[in-house]
């Protein structure tokens, strides 16, 4: 996990370039022949949480109150969320991929054709806050991505748990296509982009580090950077847990 695994990414960007032109496809039998309805699908969409606003609260809370050694690497989770979504977003806007419910899979728009309306007009897909803007805004998916960096930011940490937060990310990418919010090659980028950005995030200490270093040159000049002594301490348990 802590070596750069950059062949996996490569990996699932080949599975998304490959699942592409049968995206539409996979869609219409999954929300045809496939399709969920009553509490299985209503579980899907539960699952798909991990990773959104309320379970990093708890996974934040949990962390806080068992494993108070940690509490400071939850800055490099804050950091990885705000690169995802710099990337995501960049990356959805550049592509503009119509959401399934158009029924346009291949229609990459790019940003400056926009989606025609009923009544005439367009809606483009850097039109940010817009109410229509997400329907040009599938790839990649974000559900995917920040499930990703949760799974990625456990997996690090807690190494015990890695199969397991593969398991729930995954959930997470098979309901995004199993209640039509996305393609199987969306999911598979949003993966890569939050995979790869967590680990950016937790290799470096983009969080922690940041923080001494605004610390240190605007705050308080006689301060002593929290990350080498952090660094030691997790390095030191590591040791004596065998991970």
Known sequence: MRRCPWRWWVVLLIAAASVLP?????????????????????????????????????????????????????????????????????????????????????????????????????????QLGGDLTSRLWSMPSNHS???????????????????????????????RVVVGAHYPSDVLVGWTVGWAMTWVALRYAVGVRGLDWVWVRLIDRSATPAYPVLAAAEAARRGREGC
């Open 145 to 175: 991505a920040y499930a990703a960096i949760m799974s990625v930011f456990l997996a690090w940490h807690y190494p015990r748990l890695r199969w397991l937060v593969v398991v729930l990310a995954g959930i997470v990418g098979l309901g």
């Open 22 to 126: 049968f995206d539409g496809a996979i869609s219409r039998w999954v929300q045809g022949d496939l399709a969920l309805r009553g509490d299985f699908r209503r579980e899907f969409e539960t699952a798909q949480q991990y990773g959104q606003g309320g379970t990093i609260l708890l996974v934040a809370a949990v962390i806080w109150l068992m494993d108070p050694g940690r509490r400071r690497w939850m800055l490099d989770y804050l950091a990885a969320i705000g690169l995802t979504g710099m990337v995501t977003i960049g990356i959805k806007v550049l592509a503009a991929r119509p959401r399934p419910v158009l029924e346009a899979p291949y229609g990459f728009l790019g940003p400056l054709r926009g989606w025609a309306l009923e009544n005439g007009a367009a809606v483009y897909s850097w």
